[in-house]
Structure formats: structure tokens, C-alpha cells
């Protein structure tokens, strides 16, 4: 730590710009949020197909609910809401860079340990 401080980095600089862009945008292509979202409209549109073209399969086994139609319906709003909050507030930045950093940082500290 003690040679970090003389050199000036201090955890600092580790990435470049490149690497920095690079990880924000691996981190928010990789937000659970999203995951979450596109496969509930997947099979949120399966499932709402389904019971578009055969909605009398079930209906005698669910008491005369289409759930078929009714499952897939609330499945592609959920998976709309997700998708919603994933673009309306995405990961922060600063954030990300900052645990890119720390994480350089520190392999960078286990790294010069196993040199020893």
C-alpha cells in the first residue's frame, strides 16, 4: 500500500477508458433486471399464444378460467415492468467503474503477492 501512495496511483488509474467503458457496459448487459425481463416476455408471449389458439385446454381443469391467456398476460407485464425499471434506472456508472477498480486493484495486490 505503502508503494501504491509513493507512485501516486493510490487504487487510481488501474483501467483505461477503454476498459472502463467496457465494463459499464458488460455490467449493464448483464443486469439481472434485464435477464428477468426478456425471459418473462418470452414466455409470457408463449404462453399468451397458447392460450390464444387453444383456450378451451384447460378450462375444464381451472373451473372455467382461461389461464392459459390470463398467465401469459400478467407474464408479459411483469416482464415489461423489468424491462421498464432496467432502462429507467440503470446501473450507475460511477458505481461500476469504482468495483472494476477495487477489483483491479486487488488482483493486482494478489498478483504481486504470488511474484514473492
Given at each position: 500500500m505503502a508503494e501504491?501512495?509513493?507512485?501516486?496511483t493510490a487504487g487510481k488509474g488501474l483501467l483505461?477508458?477503454?476498459?472502463k467503458d467496457q465494463a459499464v457496459k458488460?455490467?449493464?448487459r448483464n443486469d439481472l433486471r434485464?435477464?428477468?425481463?426478456?425471459?418473462?416476455?418470452?414466455?409470457?408471449?408463449?404462453?399468451?399464444?397458447?392460450?390464444i389458439v387453444?383456450?378451451?385446454?384447460?378450462?375444464?381443469?381451472?373451473?372455467?378460467?382461461?389461464?392459459?391467456?390470463?398467465?401469459?398476460?400478467?407474464m408479459l407485464i411483469v416482464g415489461v415492468l423489468f424491462?421498464?425499471?432496467?432502462?429507467?434506472?440503470p446501473l450507475?456508472?460511477?458505481d461500476i467503474i469504482a468495483s472494476a477498480e477495487a477489483s483491479a486493484a486487488k488482483a493486482q495486490v494478489q498478483h504481486e503477492g504470488s511474484k514473492k
Open positions: 501504491d501512495t509513493k507512485s501516486g483505461t477508458q477503454a476498459e458488460a455490467a449493464r434485464l435477464l428477468i425481463g426478456v425471459l418473462f416476455v418470452i414466455y409470457g408471449v408463449i404462453v399468451t399464444l397458447v392460450g387453444d383456450p378451451a385446454a384447460d378450462v375444464a381443469k381451472t373451473g372455467g378460467i382461461a389461464i392459459n391467456l390470463w398467465t401469459g398476460i400478467i424491462l421498464v425499471w432496467n432502462f429507467a434506472r450507475a456508472a460511477e
